[in-house]
Every structure is written in C-alpha cells, then in structure tokens.
C-alpha cells in the first residue's frame, strides 16, 4: 500500500518465453543479472514454496531486498487487505440451478 508491493509468485516457468535466461534484473545494457540462489520472492523455478516478499519501491524500484522478514507487521497489513478484497469481489459464475 503507497511504497510498499506485495509480490506473491511469477507464472509458471514453462509459461514465460526464454525462461531461465530472462530471471532476475535487466540492466540498461540489455544484460541479465541473475538473483543470488538464496532470493526466493516469487521465483518461478519452485511452484512449491509461494511466500509473500515485500518490497519498498521507493528506497528498491528494482524489488531486490525482501523487507517481509524484517517488516512482518506491513506484510500482514498487505496480505489482509488483499485478501478481504479479493473475497469481497468474488461473483459465482454457476448456473442458477446449481447455486445453494
């Protein structure tokens, strides 16, 4: 909310075009920086472990350091308002004859 994203997961790997090669950061070069193996925030190669990072895109607009450890309170205040918003927009789209 305001600075602060909330990253969940990327697409599965087999959906994104040149995967592994195009993971981590762009330069202005054109060249990729690879994230060291210990950055986990949405990585795409695991489809097991979906942890929320947090990221402060003031002071990080390139998402490199995972504040959720160090700011568990505004990664709960993230996760619960995503949350309470994506129940309150739920539209069943059943048949009326389903619906109980």
Same mark, same amino acid.
Not at 12 to 29: A, E, I, R, S
Not at 35 to 61: N, Q, V
């Given at each position: 909310?305001? @600075? !602060? @994203?909330?990253?969940?997961?990327?697409?599965?790997? @087999?959906?994104? %075009?040149?995967?592994? /090669?195009?993971?981590?950061?762009?330069? @202005?070069?054109?060249?990729?920086?690879?994230?060291?193996?210990?950055? %986990?925030?949405?990585?795409?190669? /695991? $489809?097991?472990? #979906?942890?929320?990072?947090? #990221? /402060?895109? *003031?002071?990080?607009?390139?998402? *490199? $350091? /995972?504040?959720? %450890?160090? +700011?568990? *309170? %505004?990664?709960?205040? +993230?996760?619960?308002?995503?949350?309470?918003?994506?129940?309150? $927009? !739920? $539209?069943?789209?059943?048949?009326?004859? +389903?619906?109980?």
């Amino acid at each position: 909310v305001g @600075k !602060y @994203k909330l990253l969940l997961a990327q697409p599965d790997p @087999k959906l994104v %075009k040149g995967f592994p /090669d195009n993971y981590g950061w762009k330069t @202005k070069q054109g060249n990729w920086i690879q994230p060291a193996p210990s950055f %986990k925030c949405g990585i795409a190669k /695991d $489809r097991i472990h #979906f942890l929320p990072c947090l #990221f /402060d895109l *003031e002071s990080d607009p390139r998402e *490199e $350091r /995972d504040l959720s %450890k160090s +700011m568990p *309170e %505004k990664l709960s205040e +993230m996760w619960t308002t995503l949350n309470v918003s994506t129940l309150t $927009r !739920y $539209r069943s789209r059943s048949p009326r004859e +389903m619906l109980g």
